[in-house]
């Protein structure tokens, strides 16, 4: 268990993210500036509002330095209680280039599959449960890669909720500044805020779009500015003691090999076999809306090639808004099969017969 979870009082909120509002009946005040150092605001946040009962959606006011400006809450673990000392406050970055997620709702066993994948991943674990445990030895550069929709992004939301650590999120293309500087301000934020709240995950999604291999930077542009900064991170110019960088990407032999070669680690992630998507569906139609009457195993079977994200959103979804446009409270293999055949790939397909 990290630091901060030790001697934590029961009923206490160990963390909560906060979204500026801004002055709800005063639109003539001034913006309220930017919070640039989360330690500092932390300290002012459990100053004036210790003892507060929060929750999700709670609305928190400033009534010292800006009076009745307002804070939303948009996420707290727990989900309620008060706050104490050991209350972490973050606040959302106001141009939500960098998300900042506590997850609650997200575990390792919501992951199907990538058995081989969830074995190296817990090092992750284990590193942000006890940085101090590692020294130079620790897990901090990982790179996830494999086809979309395999379980990258849950995987990485997994780890940070188990072991109870905030997750700053970016897609790396919001990286790209429209200014000379921009790209390497943003990267340096992104890590700085990581540093203020460590132990945590940063998670770089669709991180090809930064560090492709130099031939084929013509094709978006140079992103040079982006890649030397995120290098210097990366190499822990600056102590970065409890942060582990994930990055994730479809397309990794396009990488860039100065930047490949700062992970230490590379985990891979498979599509499903026949036995993952029957596991996926029926772990999908838990709890499910309507009534479910299909042959799972068939399904599975007849969706080869298929990701996990394709069973849910192109053949789950897919045949219940068709159900429910039709008026029907019940789902049968005919319906899935439907879906099914709607996006098999060309190459999936019996080839067209010719006549002659």
């Not at 909720?161 to 897609?171: D, G, I, M, W, Y």
């Not at 084929?216 to 040079?224: A, E, I, K, P, T």
Request: proline letters at 5%; charged letters at 30%.
């Amino acid at each position: 268990m990290s630091g901060r979870g030790r001697g934590q009082i029961r009923g206490e909120v160990r963390f909560v993210v906060m979204k500026p509002l801004g002055y709800p009946l005063k639109a003539s005040y001034h913006e309220y500036p930017k919070v640039d150092n989360l330690k500092v605001f932390d300290r002012y946040a459990k100053d004036q509002w210790r003892g507060e009962f929060i929750q999700k959606g709670k609305m928190l006011f400033d009534m010292r330095m800006f009076p009745d400006f307002a804070f939303e809450i948009t996420a707290c673990d727990p989900e309620s209680g008060y706050v104490s000392d050991s209350t972490i406050f973050l606040v959302e970055s106001p141009n939500r280039e960098i998300e900042t997620e506590i997850v609650v709702d997200i575990s390792l066993e919501d992951v199907v599959g990538q058995e081989d994948a969830k074995r190296k991943a817990r090092i992750v674990l284990e590193y942000l449960k006890n940085p101090e445990k590692f020294g130079k030895w620790a897990p901090k550069n990982i790179l996830f890669f494999g086809p979309p929709g395999t379980g990258k992004t849950m995987m990485a939301k997994a780890l940070a909720n188990e072991a109870h650590v905030p997750f700053l999120s970016v897609k790396s293309t919001k990286l790209i500044g429209e200014h000379v500087g921009d790209g390497a301000r943003r990267i340096h934020e992104l890590y700085e805020r990581a540093r203020q709240i460590a132990p945590c995950i940063v998670f770089l999604d669709e991180f090809d779009s930064i560090a492709l291999d130099r031939s084929f930077q013509d094709l978006r542009g140079d992103v040079s500015e982006v890649v030397n900064a995120l290098l210097t991170e990366l190499d822990g110019i600056e102590l970065n003691d409890g942060i582990c960088t994930i990055a994730a990407t479809n397309r990794v032999d396009m990488l860039d090999s100065s930047i490949r070669s700062r992970f230490e680690e590379e985990i891979e992630f498979r599509l499903p076999n026949s036995e993952e998507r029957f596991q996926i569906m029926k772990k999908n139609l838990e709890d499910f809306p309507v009534n479910v009457k299909a042959d799972l195993d068939e399904i599975a079977k007849i969706t080869e090639g298929f990701s996990g994200r394709d069973i849910v959103e192109k053949v789950i979804k897919a045949s219940l808004h068709k159900a429910i446009v039709e008026g029907r409270d019940e789902l049968t293999t005919e319906d899935f099969l439907a879906s099914v055949n709607r996006v098999l790939k060309p190459s999936k397909q019996p080839p067209k017969q010719m006549f002659v």
